[in-house]
């Protein structure tokens, strides 16, 4: 069996490392079908920050082919994949090609399949935030619909499926595979100390810590964030409030660490709020981390502010209180409610402010989703091979 899996932006590389890595523990068992299989690399993240550090820390092997997307529109993005993925399928003739997630490589390449007449897996199905001002909703909307195996989560996305008319033989509940990546690499973020990690990724302008930082740091008294959706950081009066309520009312409570999106950084600088974000003493802001660095930070933090969904995951495993800066998420078991970690906070600072308050250094008891167990890529292998 021929398999083409397609990666583009940060958040895909935890996703396809697992997957690879059972592909890798499949073919050497020597029994049965091997896998012939082709990693394709968009291009759509291209920083050795945002993408090659990734492929080194997970041991991912390097792209059999790089697309060279790079930055643009939405409608670049896609159309430049689209163009330059289509010549790759009609030149390798896969039996499956497997996409994860939510970028927009997962979009471009699933059309380009479909078209090519090319069976697509998706890793991730069934995530609705039913927001349709998110890029990755209609991304997630447009690959679920063209998917001929759908390999969800959690239950709640198989469901949403089921409601929207999927065939119940395509949809396998499978489990997170970002979990996978979670479990393997924990003993190995563990070992990291804090401190090395954020004085190695201090910017320029930003002073190395003080010995109190220090010392929280080492004790685990701290805050960590991430920020970079558009819905956040592309208007600047909410960018401006936000950065506010970060300077003036989490940084005065203990050292807050932020690993700065490069969008993010832009949007600041933009706005002419970069010089006053980087002043601040106790907000320290870092260059992004690498995959270990950051689950170090999330070990250790008392709380996680963050509008990433692979966050919101991560601390529902590991137990860390997490306000997510959104007002809808298409991955509701990780919520309090579900017995998870997060609240929805959305961006209005009353409402994260309230949360911050009830939440920090709360005594987080989440549980673990079904099948959140390291073995959901042995699990999805399996499937493809059925
Ligand atoms: C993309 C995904 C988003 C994901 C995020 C994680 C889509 C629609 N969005 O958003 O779901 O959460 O990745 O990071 O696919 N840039 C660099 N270096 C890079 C890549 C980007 O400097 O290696 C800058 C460029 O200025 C670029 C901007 O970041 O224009 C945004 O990058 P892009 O890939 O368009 O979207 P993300 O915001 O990263």
Known sequence: MKIISVVGARPNFMKIAPFIHAINAHNGAADGETIDHILVHTGQHYDDCMSRSFFEDLNIPDADIN??????SHAEQVGNTMIAFEKVLQQERPDWVVVVGDVNATCACSITAKKEHVKLAHIEAGLRSRDMTMPEEINRLVTDRLADLLLTPDRLSSENLLQ????????????????DTLEAQRSRAEALDPYEIVSQALLPGQADL??????????????AMTMHRP???????????????????VAADMPLFWPVHPRAQKQMQTFGIWKRALACENLVLMNPLSYHELLRLNMGAQIMLT????????????????????????????????GGASVLVGNKIESIRNAYRDNVAADCRSTRPELWDGHTAERIVTELLK
Request: aromatic share 4%; hydrophobic share 35%; net charge negative.
């Open 210 to 223: 003080s010995p109190e930082q220090k010392r929280s740091v080492r004790e685990n008294r701290f805050a």
């Open 231 to 249: 819905s956040n950081v592309d208007e600047q009066k909410v960018l401006t409030a936000i950065l506010d309520f970060l300077m003036d009312e």
């Open 67 to 72: 697309l060279g997307i790079g930055s643009g």
């Open 307 to 338: 509008d990433s969904g692979g966050l919101q995951e991560e601390c529902c495993v590991l137990g860390t209180p997490c306000l997510t800066l959104r007002w809808n998420t298409e991955r509701p078991v990780t919520l309090r409610d579900h």
């Open 164 to 179: 929207e008319g999927v065939p119940e033989e395509k949809i396998r509940l499978v489990g997170n595979i970002m979990i």
